[in-house]
């Protein structure tokens, strides 16, 4: 069987192939017409021109499979590798894995002897992933970081940018003398700012079994030692998700983002907490609409608190000149 790791380079190295017949069929024309638009065909590998159907050239080696496949089912019946590699599991998902289901390979259920067996065979299965501390210790946290995102409803990129961080801090030998749930949590926080998705240190942990108070610590600590490049968050990244738990219209999400780049224009925001001053430019979004949401509201759903939108609405109204 082909590895996970070798199936991908050996796509690329089609796709590359690929790239360079088709940069070649640019650059050519036809002989017949002297049209320029001429087109690579993926399974004959022929050049074709498109407006009098000459073949141009038919020697480019077809690197695709052996095999015809015509819908999704088909082509997976008949491949003969694996599922792709991932950060997400601390073996990246190379070693094998016995099915829980107690059937043979015609569907039929095995004898009390084959079970107990098999039951054996995954128990040792499971020991064996893991060779040493190490190992057990990046499964847990995979798995914490796995559990986490799930509740944060963040796209597969974020776990895979998170257990890839996670790996360099265990490589950095950062971990020690620190909880592995508090380095995890901070790694998937580190993630989430790094792919823009809009959420929080106070949502996070509220998913994670650790205070916010170390997940912060922790996470500067991972980002300074790592060298972790860290843009601002930007507040209109949260308006959307606020607006839409709020149940409010789409004119005062975009009052609210136009609040937002007026006083951010004017250095408001330097200093103060993205959530905090979305909120309060949604609450004050929500007035100037008249679609009014009150203080306790709009706090609740950014999880801060009615004194934080209260200052950052005062300074937000008087940039605006509203009065």
């Known amino acids: 069987m082909e590895r996970p790791s070798r199936q991908r380079e ?24 002297e049209s320029s638009a001429l087109v690579t065909s993926a399974d004959g590998g022929e050049i074709v021109c498109e407006d009098c159907g000459l073949i141009i050239d038919e020697g480019n080696i077809d690197r695709g499979p052996e095999w015809r496949a015509f819908n999704h089912s088909e082509r997976q019946e008949k491949s003969r590798v694996g599922a792709p590699t991932t950060q997400t599991m601390h073996d990246k998902g190379l070693t094998t894995q016995i099915d829980w289901k107690d059937k043979d390979a015609y569907g039929r259920s095995l004898s ?27 499964q847990f946290a995979l798995s914490e970081i796995d559990r986490m995102a799930s509740a944060l409803g963040v796209p597969r990129s974020v776990r895979e940018v998170a257990s890839v961080i996670y790996r360099r801090a265990l490589d950095e030998d950062l971990i020690r003398g620190r909880s592995i749930e508090g380095v995890a949590t901070a790694c998937l926080y580190a993630a989430c700012r790094q792919e823009d998705i809009p959420r929080s240190l106070e949502e996070v942990s509220e998913v994670s079994r650790v205070e916010q108070k170390e997940i912060g610590r922790t996470y500067r600590y991972v980002a300074q030692e790592l060298s972790l490049k860290m843009e601002p968050v930007d507040p209109k990244q949260y308006v959307p998700r606020f607006v839409s738990e709020l149940e ?13 780049d007026v006083t951010a224009e004017k250095g408001l925001l330097s200093g103060k907490s993205p959530t905090g001053y979305a909120a309060a430019a949604i609450y004050a979004a929500s007035l100037l609409c008249n679609e009014k949401k009150t203080q306790r509201e709009v ?22 000149g509203i009065h």
């Open 10 to 33: 050996r796509v690329k190295s089609e796709e590359k192939q690929e790239e360079q017949t088709d940069e070649q069929a640019e650059q050519q024309q036809c002989p017949e017409c």
């Open 112 to 138: 009390s002897e084959k079970r107990s067996q098999m039951h054996r065979l995954r128990k040792w299965q499971e020991r064996i992933r893991t060779k040493d501390a190490g190992e057990r210790n990046l």
């Open 248 to 260: 409010l219209s789409e004119e005062v999400q975009a009052k609210a983002n136009e609040i937002i």
């Open 299 to 320: 706090a609740d759903v950014a999880q801060v608190t009615e004194v934080t939108i209260r200052n950052r609405y005062q300074e937000q109204i008087e940039a605006m």
